[in-house]
């Protein structure tokens, strides 16, 4: 990601202000506890591939578009927020969740809280297209969250309603931060919707990586317990892959340990053991490259550009760094 940070430094710079301008409130929870998760760093992917791709389709930096890159990672926040207190984790980015320090309902607060200056950001974008293409995307990362909600416990869940889910609750903001940068620029056409469709298949590629590292990946690298998935009874394409190709008794044991008021501590090893046994985790790892490589192939519409080079070296970020 070096390249691309170096590239778009400055603009970095000034979203990083916007991030902890916007988060001030006279409610001490809110700065204390929104400056807690942002300062824990992250990669900031979603506004360093909002910011690229306004260069990639010809602009430069400018306050709507910083507007809009902190826009888009304050929606990430918010969901982070609200995802803590539903999946019950204990981790992010690698320290406590906010959640564990100030509780399950001012997360939830607080995250609703960063969701609404994300939209007073969208406004001051003074574009119509920019807020329905953000606010939409808001409403199917909510769906998506709903659905893998319904989903929990279902070993049986076709592997279709499993990347329904990933376009919904990962894809849809990676997607539409890459179309609303390039709209910064451009009108509708060839290059929003290229950008858009990098924007979409890098986001699904993030995910399966996510889901592949839960089973096969360390807490230093993915920020969180390993095995959390599988606690909280989460399908993901490793568990679906190994059930799909084991045999009566590893599908019997999925369908029971997957229901987690059912779980036993040797549960997870055992998981472990039949996802190897599958090589479901290489399986998972190949699908996310398939999906880089349409990422890839949809930048093809925009000219070149040390902005492109960038936008492709990330998407092969997103898979290496599982390695």
Same mark, same amino acid.
């Given at each position: 990601?070096?390249?691309?940070?170096?590239?778009? @430094?400055?603009?970095?710079?000034?979203?990083? *202000?916007?991030?902890?301008?916007?988060?001030?409130?006279? *409610?001490?929870?809110?700065?204390?506890?929104?400056?807690?998760?942002? +300062?824990?760093?992250? %990669?900031?992917?979603?506004?360093?591939?909002?910011?690229?791709?306004?260069?990639?389709?010809?602009?430069?930096?400018?306050?709507?578009?910083?507007?809009?890159?902190?826009?888009?990672?304050?929606?990430?926040?918010?969901?982070?927020?609200?995802?803590?207190?539903?999946?019950?984790?204990?981790?992010?980015?690698?320290?406590?969740?906010? %959640?564990?320090?100030?509780?399950?309902?001012? @997360?939830?607060?607080?995250?609703?809280?960063?969701?609404?200056?994300?939209?007073?950001?969208?406004?001051?974008?003074? +574009?119509?297209?920019?807020?329905?293409?953000?606010?939409?995307?808001?409403?199917?990362?909510?769906? $998506?969250?709903?659905?893998?909600?319904?989903?929990?416990?279902?070993?049986?869940?076709?592997?279709?309603?499993?990347?329904?889910?990933?376009?919904?609750?990962?894809?849809?903001?990676?997607?539409?931060?890459?179309?609303?940068?390039?709209?910064?620029?451009?009108?509708?056409?060839?290059?929003?919707?290229?950008?858009?469709?990098?924007?979409?298949?890098?986001?699904?590629?993030?995910?399966?990586?996510?889901?592949?590292?839960?089973?096969? $990946?360390?807490?230093? *690298?993915?920020?969180?317990?390993?095995?959390?998935?599988?606690?909280?009874?989460?399908?993901?394409?490793?568990?679906?892959?190994?059930?799909?190709?084991?045999?009566?008794?590893?599908?019997?044991?999925?369908?029971?340990?997957?229901?987690?008021? %059912?779980?036993?501590?040797?549960?997870?090893?055992?998981?472990?053991?039949?996802?190897? %046994?599958?090589?479901?985790?290489?399986?998972?790892?190949?699908?996310?490259?398939?999906?880089?490589?349409?990422?890839?192939?949809?930048? +093809?519409?925009?000219?070149?550009?040390?902005?492109?080079?960038?936008?492709?070296?990330?998407?092969?970020?997103?898979?290496?760094?599982?390695?």
């Amino acid at each position: 990601m070096d390249t691309l940070i170096e590239l778009v @430094s400055k603009d970095m710079a000034a979203v990083e *202000v916007l991030l902890k301008e916007r988060s001030t409130s006279a *409610v001490a929870t809110i700065p204390d506890m929104s400056g807690y998760l942002i +300062s824990a760093g992250g %990669k900031r992917l979603r506004p360093l591939i909002t910011l690229a791709a306004a260069y990639a389709a010809g602009g430069e930096g400018s306050n709507p578009l910083h507007c809009l890159a902190t826009a888009v990672e304050f929606i990430h926040t918010a969901t982070l927020l609200h995802d803590d207190v539903v999946d019950e984790s204990d981790l992010r980015r690698g320290k406590k969740a906010a %959640k564990m320090v100030w509780g399950n309902s001012a @997360s939830i607060l607080v995250g609703d809280f960063l969701f609404a200056r994300a939209f007073t950001l969208m406004v001051e974008t003074r +574009s119509i297209r920019i807020l329905d293409i953000l606010s939409n995307a808001s409403c199917v990362i909510a769906e $998506g969250e709903v659905k893998q909600l319904a989903a929990i416990g279902r070993a049986d869940l076709p592997i279709s309603e499993y990347m329904e889910i990933v376009e919904a609750k990962t894809a849809a903001l990676f997607e539409a931060a890459a179309r609303a940068g390039a709209l910064t620029v451009v009108t509708e056409g060839a290059e929003s919707d290229g950008l858009a469709e990098y924007g979409r298949r890098l986001g699904r590629a993030f995910q399966l990586v996510d889901d592949a590292l839960d089973y096969d $990946g360390t807490t230093s *690298v993915i920020g969180k317990s390993v095995g959390d998935d599988f606690r909280e009874g989460k399908l993901t394409l490793p568990v679906l892959l190994a059930r799909q190709n084991g045999d009566a008794t590893e599908r019997a044991f999925w369908d029971r340990a997957m229901d987690v008021s %059912k779980q036993t501590e040797a549960d997870l090893d055992i998981a472990i053991d039949y996802i190897r %046994k599958a090589d479901s985790v290489n399986a998972t790892l190949n699908a996310a490259r398939d999906e880089i490589a349409s990422a890839k192939a949809a930048l +093809s519409v925009l000219p070149p550009s040390p902005y492109v080079d960038a936008l492709s070296d990330i998407a092969d970020f997103v898979v290496d760094r599982a390695f």
